[in-house]
């Protein structure tokens, strides 16, 4: 069973260009969570989404962000015009249940961007 | 809020040395508690997880945590370290009114001499 997939690993972008991150759950799994990681600190939560909804996105930046994960295909985290603050880790985690149950989350490697 | 706190940022520890990592954590209700490792430049490996029942956790590689509701502490032991256990540690909380989202430490950084 392949664990959480997530791509590309690093991602280049300058300012302003956008970034598309890709995130598979792992199979079975139909909630994923995304989480960002600055340097030097702790993941801190960004999004919560299952299939076509977004259950808990309190943690996304009001502009620029974007997350969705479509019936068929990859949960993408999406980043309009990045800026140099947004270089980070952003990592995905996903679990078979999620919400109230609050089963394990299984996280992915991450992708590393870094906006020059 | 609810919050999570490592109190040490970075650790060295002897190769074959016992090991503690503190982790204390705010919230009303009783919590899902985790700590994760992450060596660096890769994703984070679930350790050991406590939910409810026995408050002391067995997890993987010799690892142990021992939940302390009194003390609102969750720290993870290990009685004899080896070098491939430097890495980053983090301590994280979830709960059933917080939805699927885990608050995360800030991290602990182990580093082995030999």
């Known amino acids: 069973n392949a664990g959480v997939m997530q791509n590309p690993r690093h991602l280049v972008r300058r300012r302003g260009q956008e970034a598309r991150l890709r995130c598979s759950p792992m199979?079975?799994?139909?909630?994923v969570y995304w989480y960002r990681q600055l340097p030097e600190e702790g993941l801190k939560f960004m999004v919560y989404l299952q299939k076509e909804n977004i259950i808990d996105e309190s943690g996304m930046p009001k502009e620029r962000f974007s997350a969705e994960f479509p019936k068929e295909g990859p949960s993408i985290l999406r980043i309009q015009q990045v800026v140099r603050g947004d270089s980070a880790a952003y990592f995905c985690?996903?679990?078979?249940?999620?919400?109230?149950?609050?089963?394990?989350?299984?996280f992915g490697p991450g992708t590393r961007l870094l906006v020059l | 809020a609810q919050s999570v706190t490592q109190p040490d940022i970075h650790i060295t520890v002897s190769e074959g040395a016992s090991l503690e990592l503190r982790c204390n954590y705010s919230y009303g209700a009783t919590p899902y508690l985790f700590w994760y490792v992450q060596s660096p430049g890769q994703g984070l490996q679930l350790l050991l997880k406590y939910f409810s029942g026995d408050t002391l956790v067995q997890g993987i590689k010799g690892f142990e945590a021992e939940f302390k509701r009194s003390q609102s502490s969750f720290n993870l032991r290990k009685p004899s370290v080896h070098w491939s256990d430097a890495a980053e540690y983090f301590c994280a909380v979830g709960a059933r009114n917080q939805g699927g989202k885990l608050i995360f430490g800030q991290g602990t950084e182990l580093s082995v001499k030999p």
């Open positions: 199979k079975g799994h139909s909630h």
């Open positions: 985690a996903s679990s078979p249940v999620g919400g109230a149950h609050q089963e394990t989350q299984y």
